[in-house]
């Protein structure tokens, strides 16, 4: 939605009381300007002339350009343009900016109380929190602790926006679908603790959409000591921290950041992750590419334990098989080091896959591919997110003989 409504601007302002970031302040203003000549004299500070009438502009600037604007002596109104007020384009609004997507977790969780909590998994750079949902049983929640988990993080990288949907639709199908009584997902809900964190990286996603046109911004937004602005989420992990595939250059868009764990949307998945020992498993949504990718990404070499081996290759051919994508391991597609699968593996012994999302390719939308594809690359998704949930229990399950699971599967349900 877009909405400059001065009430708003106000209200906002009153509620959230700060910009997109301390350093990188954009002001809503408006500045009598009744000629070309003066219209150019405003658009001479670097301003953004954002409309014009014959007897104002609107423009949106930053700090330096305000302050020379004002020194014009003509600023009618001028307003700290919060979060809230920056959105998708006009074409794009079905996807889900900070706020949106705040209402829409909070809706579901006052609409889904007995099955959906809504917490905080920790704080952006620039203090914006994280949310996370948890979806489980009412039964479940005094000993959420003793049941088998799964965790979905969406959007680490700034611009694939995709990322940020398709989590959130998952969550939003499990709750409609227990209280429809649908007994597959009902069964899913009630034996596992299903933690979906849709957004990680919001400071990130709010700057890329933060002038009604997108920029193309992939890191957060953590201000870096050459002045840069940003640090790769998905290269900050400790295990492997900082070898290949990773930059030391922090205006690199693959920055490592300043050693492992520097960060603190990487911290909050840490922290949550070793405060929660009943996750066995995680799904990290990127885009894009059509792959179905898991350990490792920082070797060429494959996994040492054969049987982990065996359940990482297994899994991620069935789910390729269920959404049509490719799998193979990060490493295959290009090293990087410090990537989360690697670190959930490596560190934890969880089995950790990515999906880099649809398009297949930048031709076909790259990382905007437009809101007609939220839904489609919802459903493709969806099966292989349940079958994800479902062997959380025991991902062993996996290669277990078709007759032994079934065995298992029909004593389960
Ligand atoms: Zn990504």
Not at 133 to 148: H, K, L, Y
Not at 223 to 241: A, C, E, H, M, T
Not at 309 to 334: C, H, I, W
Request: charge should be negative.
């Amino acid at each position: 939605m877009k909405k400059i409504l001065f009430s708003t601007l106000l209200f906002s302002q009153f509620v959230f009381g700060r910009g997109i970031s301390p350093d990188d302040n954009i002001y809503w203003m408006k500045i009598p300007a009744k000629n070309s000549y003066e219209r150019t004299e405003i658009s001479n500070t670097g301003a953004v002339i954002e409309s014009v009438t014959a007897e104002y502009v609107t423009v949106l600037a930053k700090e330096s350009e305000k302050a020379e604007l004002d020194k014009l002596g003509k600023t009618e109104v001028s307003f700290l343009m919060t979060a809230e007020m920056m959105d998708f384009p006009n074409n794009d609004q079905q996807f889900h900016n900070y706020n949106e997507l705040f209402t829409a977790m909070n809706d579901l969780a006052n609409k889904h109380a007995s099955i959906l909590k809504l917490d905080i998994l920790g704080k952006s750079a620039n203090g914006q929190d994280i949310h996370v949902m948890s979806i489980t049983g009412a039964q479940n929640r005094t000993i959420e602790q003793d049941v088998p988990a799964i965790f979905f993080v969406g959007t680490h990288h700034a611009r694939e926006h995709l990322s940020t949907e398709v989590p959130l639709k998952l969550a939003q199908y499990l709750a409609e679908e227990y209280e429809k009584k649908n007994e597959r997902i009902m069964n899913l809900v009630d034996g596992r603790v299903i933690y979906i964190a849709p957004l990680l990286n919001p400071d990130g996603s709010e700057y890329d959409i933060s002038t009604g046109s997108y920029k193309m911004w992939r890191k957060n937004r953590k201000k870096n000591s050459d002045g840069s602005y940003g640090v790769d989420l998905n290269r900050n992990y400790g295990f492997k921290w900082g070898l290949e595939g990773a930059s030391s250059s922090p205006s690199s868009d693959t920055y490592r950041g300043t050693g492992p764990f520097s960060e603190p949307e990487t911290q909050a998945v840490k922290n949550f992750v070793e405060s929660h020992a009943n996750i066995t498993s995680m799904l990290s949504f990127h885009t894009f590419s059509k792959l179905v990718l898991y350990p490792w990404g920082f070797t060429h070499n494959p996994i040492e334990k054969d049987l982990d081996r065996q359940v990482f290759e297994t899994m991620g051919r069935k789910m390729a098989s269920l959404n049509g994508y490719t799998p193979q391991t990060g490493a295959d597609l290009y090293l990087v080091s410090g990537e989360m699968n690697d670190w959930a593996y490596g560190d934890r012994g969880i089995f950790g896959f990515t999906f880099e999302l649809d398009p297949a390719s930048m031709w076909e939308g790259g990382f905007y591919p437009g809101q007609k594809m939220i839904e489609p690359v919802f459903k493709k998704n969806l099966e292989p997110c349940l079958y994800m949930i479902d062997l959380a229990d025991n991902p062993y399950r996996s290669v277990q003989s078709q007759a032994q699971q079934l065995g298992l599967n029909s004593a389960m349900f």
